[in-house]
């Protein structure tokens, strides 16, 4: 997700959803099956739970793990921040170069998108993370398997010295199975134009399960935004249309608080993502604030936001 006005610039039925998780499997085979609930009688263990923090002092993470299926518990206690996103960089990549690369990609300058999209696909792998608000905590889940991986906070990629941290992973699998999703959010292209498909119904308090499939190299976030009982879709509409064509925010207040949108960062095609989030409900719309890889054009400008009830 992006801040500012220009970008703001600173994702049985239990064994389906921790393969869904992992980096290998994706497509609409395991849509079903995950949408299907577990019977209440089952018991079953939960995933290793990693707690991170975010505050004017840093970012407070953990710095081991062990593999399988994990749970990332993300609050802030800072209003201008809280977008933690996890990293997995390829072998001899520095941070440093990776947030070169980042700091192109969230640039509202096609070249430099597209020149940042290409650098990435050889740095590291973009596996998600979530959007929050002091008040909008929330959680993510995926599949670690044995390595290096990074947090870091979007929101303050631009300082200085911009809060990481590193995690590495080893030792035995771990057990657990996550919790099945009430409904699955999957970013795709259709006829060449970005499209969500939503299936299941998002409740509220339980789990959302973001998929990216749109072709390789493409990269989308899902943030959520509540819309206020006046707001129509043609409001919506209306604002969309007055994003830059490589994806610079009108100068003007719009339908969509911007300071209390939640959900999942940006990840890889083929990747897929277990939101917990802070939603209530009502009306929302998601967005994708990121770019074509390809061109640099808007996604959301693009058609890349939907409108949807939670219940």
């Known amino acids: 997700m992006r801040s500012g006005r220009t970008r703001r610039t600173l994702a049985t039925a239990g064994v389906l959803l921790a393969l869904s998780l992992t980096t290998g499997l994706s497509g609409a085979a395991v849509a079903e099956p995950l949408a299907t609930a577990r019977p209440a009688a089952v018991e079953e263990a939960a995933p290793q739970t990693l707690e991170l923090k975010s505050s004017t002092d840093g970012l407070t993470a953990p710095t081991t793990a062990h593999p399988g299926p994990t749970t990332f518990r993300v609050s802030t206690t800072d209003p201008a921040s809280g977008w933690i996103s996890l990293v997995r960089p390829k072998p001899g990549v520095t941070f440093e170069s990776f947030r070169a690369s ?27 993370g979530t959007v929050i608000h002091p ?15 990074w947090f870091f906070d979007y929101r303050n990629i631009r300082a200085e010295n911009p809060r990481h941290s590193v995690l590495t992973v080893g030792g035995t699998t771990g057990t657990g199975t996550a919790p099945a999703p009430a409904a699955t959010l999957t970013g795709r292209m259709t006829d060449g134009q970005p499209r969500w498909n939503l299936d299941g119904t998002v409740r509220a308090g ?36 007055d994003f830059g064509d490589t994806g610079q925010f009108p100068d003007y207040p719009g339908p969509l608080d911007l300071e209390q949108g939640t959900g999942g960062l940006p990840m890889d095609s083929g990747q897929s993502s277990l939101l917990e989030l802070t939603l209530q409900p009502g009306r929302y719309v998601v967005v994708d604030f990121f770019s074509d890889a390809k061109d640099g054009s808007s996604l959301i400008k693009r058609g890349h936001w939907k409108i949807f009830e939670v219940k």
């Open 102 to 128: 980042i700091l192109k990609m969230i640039n509202a300058v096609g070249p430099d998108i597209v020149e940042g999209s290409a650098e990435m696909r050889q740095k590291a792998e973009l596996l998600g």
């Open 206 to 241: 339980r789990p959302i399960l973001f998929r990216n499939a749109m072709p390789d190299g493409q990269y989308i976030e899902a943030i959520f935004f509540r819309l206020a009982a006046d707001v129509t879709e043609q409001d919506v509409r209306d604002y969309v249309a």
């Open 135 to 149: 008040n909008l905590p929330a959680s993510f889940t995926r599949t670690l398997t044995p390595g290096t991986y």
